[in-house]
């Protein structure tokens, strides 16, 4: 189908062209008329000097001859009443001078010229005696024609790029997320289709996480629940302290998985903080190590953040720590050039090399654990989040002498 896009840019282009053909037509036209004036009185000036007023009629007869002669030309003068005074050549016709210019049969022109003291001269020759007349008309409508047929060609291209980014646009919203855009090139268009593509990429990786996140929820909330509803039902039966406490640790669990769900959906949609301010890295460790039980040791480091995220980050680590890990479980802060790096250690089975990289996904469960074990949740996925929206990255260490080794990196700001 042909784009209505197309067909509004061709058009324009075309009036444009038809627009300007027609006003540089006008234009010559005028000043051709004017350049033809000019020629004709200086052409009845040249005239009437050779053929004076005041000549006898034979002087003028035999200027005419040799004018005949010259030209080969049939040339007549006649007085202000139109009556013949002399002539030269193959006689004129008595209507000669109601006809200025005009062009015969053949290649034969006629020409009338009027002198200045009322006289008329009259000639038929083979060429014209004036300036060869052109068309300008032709030539524009070549040009336009010309150019109309060289734009067909890049409107087409344009519009058919334009026809591509609606089509990848439509078939992404029917829901193929995987529908991208051909973004070559350096135009507009090509950017248009860029940003495209990177919005898609992101709103596509939203998605699957979304995905990933609420299958994984869904599959980790089962565990809770059904501990909670069975220690309901026992609690029912014959209430006593453990277990009230055990449905207590079920509901806190439950609170926090929640939590922790909803804290990175929402980590998900920003890409900056709301509110940064100087947070003292080492004292927030501290704090945090007090509460946990950890070692701290380490040099104070001032870092532009939300207190909040950051305690949650420390938190995670250490708790990720003293879940999986065996004590000693220690915290380090250091500044490593422009960056402060923050490092937690334990020394329990680690993670092996090969699944290092994955313990940062959401629900990680190691090889070989058993899902009544559980999984580790959301807590390293939530300290990669957080540490990316402060500028920073975590990565995971192994050690020669055992233990898991989890090191945040983040940039340094002076106080």
């Known amino acids: 189908m042909r784009s209505r896009l197309f067909l509004k840019i061709y058009l324009t282009l075309l009036a444009s062209l038809a627009a300007v053909a027609v ?3 006008a234009f010559v036209w005028l000043g051709q008329g004017e350049e033809d004036l000019s020629w004709r009185s200086q052409r009845a000036r040249f005239v009437a000097a050779l053929i004076p007023a005041d000549m006898d009629r034979r002087s003028v007869e035999a200027t005419l001859e040799r004018f005949s002669r010259t030209f080969d030309a049939d040339i007549a003068v006649y ?5 013949l005074i002399a002539g030269a050549g193959r006689p004129l ?3 000669i001078l109601e006809r200025r210019w005009r062009h015969d049969r053949g290649d034969v022109h006629t020409m009338v010229t009027e002198l200045p003291d009322g006289r008329a001269v009259a000639a038929r020759m083979a060429r014209p ?3 060869a007349g052109r068309n300008p008309l032709a030539y524009l409508a070549l040009i336009a024609g010309v150019i109309g047929l060289a734009a067909y060609p890049v409107v087409r291209h344009l519009t058919r790029r334009l026809e591509r980014l609606r089509a990848g646009v439509d078939a992404w919203g029917r ?5 991208r855009v051909p973004a070559g090139g350096r135009d507009e268009v090509a950017a ?8 898609a990429d992101h709103v596509e990786r939203l998605i699957k996480s979304h995905r990933a996140l609420l299958a994984n929820a869904s599959h980790e909330l089962r565990s809770p629940l059904a501990r909670l509803r069975v220690a309901i039902d026992l609690y029912e039966q014959a209430p006593d302290e453990k277990r009230k406490e055990e449905i207590v640790r079920n509901l806190a669990e439950l609170d926090t998985l929640v939590e922790e769900i909803l804290l990175a959906s929402r980590l998900d949609h920003v890409e900056k903080l709301d509110a940064p301010e100087l947070v003292d890295l080492l004292a927030l460790v501290a704090e ?3 509460r946990n039980g950890v070692e701290v040791s380490g040099t104070p480091a001032i870092i532009k953040g939300d207190a909040r995220l950051l305690g949650r980050l420390v938190r995670n680590l250490m708790q990720n720590a003293l879940r999986h890990g065996r004590p000693p479980v220690s915290a380090t802060v250091a500044r490593v050039g422009g960056a402060v790096e923050l490092t937690v250690r334990d020394h329990g089975p680690g993670v092996p090399e090969s699944e290092s990289a994955r313990v940062f996904e959401p629900f990680y469960r190691p090889s070989g654990r058993s899902e009544a074990a559980g999984g580790w949740g959301l807590g390293l996925a ?5 540490a990316e929206r402060h500028g920073g990255a975590v990565r995971y260490e192994s050690q020669l002498g055992g233990g898991a080794c989890f090191v945040v990196k983040l940039p340094l700001r002076s106080a």
């Open 79 to 83: 007085d202000p009443r139109g009556r």
């Open 129 to 131: 005696f004036r300036p």
């Open 23 to 25: 006003a540089s037509a």
């Open 192 to 199: 248009v289709a860029k940003s495209f593509n990177t919005a």
């Open 175 to 179: 829901g193929d997320f995987v529908a």
């Open 93 to 95: 016709p008595r209507d």
């Open 288 to 290: 945090e190590g007090a």
């Open 382 to 386: 939530l300290v990669r989040q957080i």
